[in-house]
């Protein structure tokens, strides 16, 4: 995202969030990305669009799952697991959730910071991958676990990320809702704004993901409604 401004936390962010406004279409004025906060502008818009049409996506006969790929992984979520394929079977699973309760619902999946993570193709990149330690300041680590929820780059701390995080991109084809800021994440209970919460087993994931070192196609599908 070397082509947009990165910005700090809006100090208005202190007296009740980031507001919304008509010229964002209700949404919020700066996004929390990877890079840091950006304006929700037309700029960034762009960016999005053209990254998305980007983003590579396996031809059908370059699916992890085909035979002659066996040793490639992939992974998808169906709104209660998250599950690791690899050698044409499941060889790990997380129980995990995506969106809050009470809104983990397919006609959900647009509200932003309530829904559930749309259902597509995702990348999982390595790049991507943050650590609540190793990625930000002392400073930043005490602003995260100590800002009311409202300040540091973890803003609400490790209660709601965890230890670990992955930044989620939607795949070329994908509907994102006009969603961003999507990831898997760990924290101290289970409930997102629409990523994929692991809670506990994030490290493990994180742990077994690294180790793979290679980046995936995650597939989320829902099989009921509702769940």
């Not at 936390?9 to 950006?38: H, M």
Request: some cysteine.
């Amino acid at each position: 995202m070397t082509n947009l401004k990165s910005h700090p936390v809006p100090t208005y962010a202190a007296y009740g969030g980031v507001p919304t406004d008509a010229a964002y279409g209700g949404e919020p004025q700066y996004i929390a990305t990877p890079f840091g906060w950006v304006k929700n502008d037309a700029e960034y818009k762009k960016y999005m669009a053209q990254k998305q049409q980007e983003t590579p996506i396996p031809k059908d006969d370059e699916q992890p799952n085909r035979q002659q790929n066996q040793n490639n992984a992939y992974l998808d979520f169906n709104g209660r697991e998250l599950r690791w394929h690899q050698n044409n079977e499941v060889t790990n699973l997380w129980k995990a959730m995506s969106g809050q309760p009470n809104y983990q619902c397919k006609e959900y999946d647009s509200l932003k910071d309530k829904g559930p993570l749309p259902e597509g193709k995702w990348l999982v990149r390595q790049s991507q991958h943050q650590n609540f330690y190793k990625d930000q300041s002392k400073f930043d680590q005490f602003r995260s676990e100590y800002g009311f929820g409202i300040m540091g780059k973890w803003r609400g701390g490790k209660d709601s990320w965890g230890n670990n995080r992955i930044w989620l991109e939607p795949a070329q084809g994908t509907d994102n809702k006009d969603r961003a800021g999507l990831s898997i994440h760990g924290g101290k209970e289970y409930g997102s704004g629409g990523c994929i919460d692991l809670t506990d087993k994030m490290d493990e994931f994180t742990d077994k993901f690294k180790k793979y070192g290679r980046d995936m196609l995650l597939n989320v599908k829902y099989d009921k409604d509702c769940w």
